[in-house]
């Protein structure tokens, strides 16, 4: 069949959608190809898949890249929507953006063996940055600069960028940020000078109380205070956000956080307050006890903080079939399942078929929709055996069972048959039925099952899965929405920012 011109925009929308799934940890020069490939070739979708993704999406690199690209495009409109969502954006990651325009040269330390090298490594695209950013930043500085407690918060959060941007700007600090920024002689009534109190105060009570009269963050004062009592841990843990306090709860149980009954309270109580914050992420909590080595009533309660803000990311209202591929090796593929099921069940409103399959498909029945119901509906299936892709989906075509979306756990090997090109065709055949697939990619995963889809026009959306389960609700909205045209036309119609009027 003969592929279009709108073939390939398809294609190369569904590409970047595919790139928004991953995590990429920093790596901004890592995704920063994919975005210039559609800034180019779609700029009208790229501005308004960029406004869509700074409300919807997760993942901050992303964020960060749409607004590099935008601010240095030349395209009607995109520099004016780059700098209203610049400014949106926390002192830190303005400083990202900025350092990755601009260039960076850092050192780094290369092992050889017993020895060690250091080395210089060239980061970012070392361009100038354009005449209308600096205006934005300058706009953006001055104006925590007019409000102290504004300016001292960002200060404690991103020191170094921000010095680094008036640096490189050659912009003039106010008198009270030269004196705090590069004097280093901070005035009595700021943050920062606070904070050099509580370094020095002689009492765990003296430095609670100017933890909280301070509103001191929990990562700054950690740095500061060298023994943790009990005292100073509720002061910390108080003037916690949700969002900290998971972040922060692996460095809270090593501090002891969780050995002190009323510590451990508060800890629980703001745990479950952060069930109905709508500025948790869906799956930090996930992250975070993992990171902690979480057991008991903390892992019960990230877990549940995990489900909650799942169920709010919308309702899967199509047929799904979720199936899990438990061949040699597919341990990860396994573990996954576990995860993404529960999340997808606790939003499934219809139907969800789920199966585990090597060379037959074994049909998982939880009893409800918590990872405790999906592990032990999952016990007994063990990765091993040779790998037929379309087994399950046979089973399903004689059972009659109809989904109008798959996702399929695999590496996209296959090596026994049915194949699952030719049991989607005759599963579609069979129940008069199209379903879009999605692929959750697990380890060396080759693209055999993407071009078998996209030589019958099958709609076909990769995650490429790297072992961060903090990635996994990326998933979701395209399983919410009831086809992927309709999440392309959700984001062209999505509203643009406006710059703030000077």
């Not at 919308?314 to 576990?338: C, F, H, N, Q, Y």
Request: charged share 25%; proline share 5%; net charge neutral.
């Amino acid at each position: 069949m003969r592929r279009t011109s709108t073939d390939n925009e398809q294609d190369l929308r569904l590409k970047l959608f595919n790139s928004l799934l991953t995590t990429p940890h920093r790596d901004l020069a890592g995704i920063y190809p994919i975005h210039q490939e559609i800034i180019k070739q779609d700029p009208r979708f790229y501005v308004h898949l960029a406004a869509w993704y700074s409300d919807e999406g997760e993942i901050r690199d992303h964020k960060e890249m749409f607004i590099v690209n935008l601010v240095l495009s030349g395209f009607p409109g995109h520099r004016d929507t780059g700098l209203a969502l610049l400014r949106e954006l926390p002192p830190y990651q303005v400083g990202r953006v900025f350092d990755f325009i601009k260039g960076r040269v850092t050192k780094r330390n290369i092992k050889q063996g017993e020895t060690s090298e250091t080395v210089s490594v060239k980061q970012g695209l070392f361009r100038n940055i354009p005449r209308s950013m600096k205006t934005e930043i300058k706009r953006y500085l001055r104006e925590r600069e007019a409000k102290p407690e504004w300016f001292d918060a960002a200060v404690l959060q991103a020191r170094r960028p921000i010095k680094r941007m008036y640096a490189s700007l050659r912009l003039a600090p106010s008198e009270r940020a030269q004196s705090i920024l590069f004097d280093e002689q901070p005035p009595s009534d700021s943050r920062i000078f606070a904070l050099k109190l509580i370094a020095q105060a002689k009492t765990p009570a003296e430095q609670a109380r100017m933890i909280v009269d301070n509103q001191i963050p929990y990562r700054v004062a950690a740095s500061v205070i060298t023994r943790m009592t009990p005292t100073v841990l509720v002061a910390l843990i108080e003037r916690m956000s949700s969002q900290e306090l998971i972040n922060n709860i692996s460095s809270l149980k090593r501090r002891g956080a969780f050995e002190h009954p009323d510590v451990k309270m508060l800890l629980q109580d703001k745990l479950e307050k952060a069930k109905s914050d709508k500025n948790v992420s869906a799956y930090k909590a996930k992250v975070a006890a993992d990171a902690a080595d979480a057991s008991g009533e903390l892992a019960d309660q990230l877990e549940a903080v995990t489900e909650t803000q799942v169920k709010k990311t919308g309702r899967i209202k199509r047929p799904t079939a979720l199936l899990i591929d438990k061949s040699g090796s597919m341990d990860m593929a396994i573990e996954v399942g576990r995860q993404l099921g529960a999340m997808i069940s606790a939003i499934c409103e219809t139907d969800l078929f789920t199966y585990a399959f090597d060379t037959i498909a074994y049909p998982i029945e939880p009893g409800g929709a918590s990872l405790a119901d999906w592990e032990k509906a999952l016990l007994g299936i063990n990765a091993g055996g040779a790998t037929s892709c379309g087994v399950a989906l046979e089973w399903m075509a004689l059972k009659g069972e109809r989904a109008e979306q798959i996702v399929i756990i695999t590496d996209e090997g296959e090596n026994s048959t049915p194949r699952f090109i030719d049991a989607y065709q005759s599963y579609a055949e069979t129940l008069n039925v199209k379903p879009d697939v999605i692929i959750i990619k697990i380890g060396t995963a080759i693209d055999i099952l993407e071009k078998d889809c996209g030589r019958i026009g099958v709609v076909t959306t990769a995650f490429e899965f790297k072992g961060d389960y903090y990635s996994l609700p990326n998933v979701i909205p395209l399983l919410t929405r009831p086809s992927m045209l309709e999440l392309m036309m959700e984001v062209l119609n999505y509203p643009l920012p406006k710059r703030k009027e000077r």
